[in-house]
């Protein structure tokens, strides 16, 4: 009876210890335990700060009183932040075309020759894309040096007038453009050469039969071949363009006037240099809707072929 | 006899048709050529200036001779940043920064990937969409948020986050893991379901089914992983530039800006020199591991 009594309640925690071993070896249980890490990761790391932001914006400069939409409304009165609107826009989407359509051609020439051949060629035709952004571009700063500028001395020898590389404003947001495109378009050259080789060499064979001429193989056989991977790469490209951060700050750092200043970089002036973390926060939640308009169409085409392929 | 004097004329029109197909091909292939020849000329351009002017003297520098060639090459802009104790500095906290947090990476985004690949959880194909929708935040949108979180905990903890080099370890994980994941994913989801249902029926567990079956199987697709993370580690600007401050916690990209372009007069020899061996990493890597390299790009769009 003592014992009975006794042994009771032990072996109910044996049950429940079992019952807990049990919940542990159970497979999801297990899986579950595997991706913890990157759980916490992503909720801490990310979503909390982002959610944060936009509690961010809604205070004012000393963070002590709560403004709701203050901040936006100061902001829509600024010219200056019209201008970033407008330029982060031209930047981007100027990039992006430049970016695809030089790496679309240059993909083309790639392919063409002899395929022992282009491995070397898309080796050296990648190394902008393979060089830290940062470096490149100071590479490029002195490039664009006011006074020892390499391309004004190559220019000076057909007769040209020297450039304003970073000093002048429509010259500078060129510049900034050239330089985004020379990083970015060896990534296009690179995924538009993959899709170019997943094309059926037989969809050519039968167009060539029925006659096709080399515009017509491009317009009905390649293009559409490649559509998936072209839209992709170019909304992947618009996302990381439009968040650009480092080619503006190294180059121009925003000048002449800010005539140059993208969200990224202008949030950074604002929010840690000009010490309105709450404004700077603002500015870059702008970023945020075009982000998810690009991030709807990559998501919507990723799930259409995981449909296609299961 | 009349069968052979009427082959004639049609194969050797059917040579001559060849015959001007491949002369068209030859000059397809010469314009080709030569427009990769431009082509590589523009992409190749900046990294060729870095290394001709890191060879230059400062008086070579600011005379003016033709900057696109070097009169008397030295070496003293390698040896005076090689021998000086900040640039040494930047560099030993750039590579130890990128090595851990590879390290990191791999810790978190593989057994994730193995979970979300093979063994279904509730809420894990929502976790793996999530993951990828990660991937595209970019860091511009989250530095101003993390800045503050990261000031909050040094007044309410006392644990000092900002300016300290090791803050980036908590920081470059939100961008490597989730692509890591995702490309991983793509990989073990390609692995043959009979692979692991044979080593479960041969007593193996999960830990043993990872390590003995789908690592050694998807160990491409792990060095493909593991060269981006190191890469974008190696690069990352935003994140040091507005955490990090004092000198001997920089690292390389950041080093560099902010030390050697201080002042009016920019010793354009030495910062070329140290954009070059910063750059040298990453191009060491690609020229070995090229092909895991376009592997790793191409994985992020193509897979899943």
Known sequence: MVDAALQAPSAAVARRRGGFRRFMQRRSTIAFLMALPLILLIALLVIYPAFYSLHLATLNKSMERFVGLGNFAFLFKRETFWMVVQQSCIFAITAVIFKALIGFIVAHFVHNIPSKGQRKWRGMLLVPWVIPPAMSCLAWLWLFDPSYSAFNWLLALVGVDPVSWTGEPNWARASVILVNVWIGAPFFMIMYLAALKSVPEQLYEAAAIDGANWWQRMWYVTLPMMRNIMAITALFSLIVTFANFDIVRILTAGGPIDRTHVFATWAFWVGIQGNDIPLGASVSLFMVPILTVAAVFILRDINRRAGEMS | ?304
């Not at chain 2, 001559?16 to 992409?43: E, N, P």
């Not at chain 2, 986050?161 to 073990?188: A, K, Q, S």
């Not at chain 2, 002042?263 to 910063?278: E, K, P, S």
């Open chain 2, 1 to 304: 006899m009349t069968a052979a004097s009427l082959t004639t004329p049609a194969t050797s029109a059917r040579a001559r048709k060849y015959g001007s197909m491949s002369r068209d091909r030859r000059w397809a292939l010469r314009w080709s050529y030569v427009f990769l020849t431009l082509f590589a000329i523009f992409f190749l351009m900046p990294p060729v200036y870095m290394l001709i002017t890191s060879l230059k003297t400062s008086a070579e520098i600011s005379a003016a001779t033709n900057p696109w060639w070097v009169q008397n090459p030295t070496l003293s802009n390698y040896t005076e940043l090689l021998t000086s104790r900040m640039y040494l500095t930047f560099f030993l906290n750039s590579a130890l920064v990128s090595v851990i947090v590879v390290t990191i990476t791999m810790l978190i985004s593989i057994p994730a990937a193995f979970a979300l690949s093979r063994m279904r959880f509730w809420g894990s194909a929502t976790l793996a969409t999530g993951v990828f929708l990660t991937y595209l935040i970019p860091e511009t949108l989250l530095f101003i948020p993390l800045f503050k979180m990261f000031a909050l905990v040094n007044e309410h903890l006392g644990i000092q986050l900002i300016n300290r080099w090791w803050v980036l370890l908590l920081l470059y994980p939100t961008l490597t893991v989730p692509f890591c994941t995702w490309i991983m994913i793509g990989y073990f989801a390609s692995i043959p379901k009979e692979l692991d249902e044979a080593a479960l029926m041969d007593g193996a567990n999960y830990r043993q089914i990872l390590t003995r079956v789908f690592i050694p199987v998807a160990l491409p697709g792990l060095i493909a992983a593991t060269i981006f993370a190191f890469t974008v580690s190696w690069a990352q600007f935003l994140y040091p530039l507005a955490f990090t401050t004092s000198a001997d916690q920089l690292v390389l990209p950041v080093g560099i800006i902010t030390t050697l372009t201080k002042g009016d007069v920019f010793n354009w020899g030495q910062i070329m020199t140290g954009a070059l061996l910063g750059a040298a990493p990453p191009l060491i890597i690609y020229a070995f591991l090229m092909d895991y390299y376009i592997a790793g790009l191409t994985a992020g769009a193509t897979k899943g």
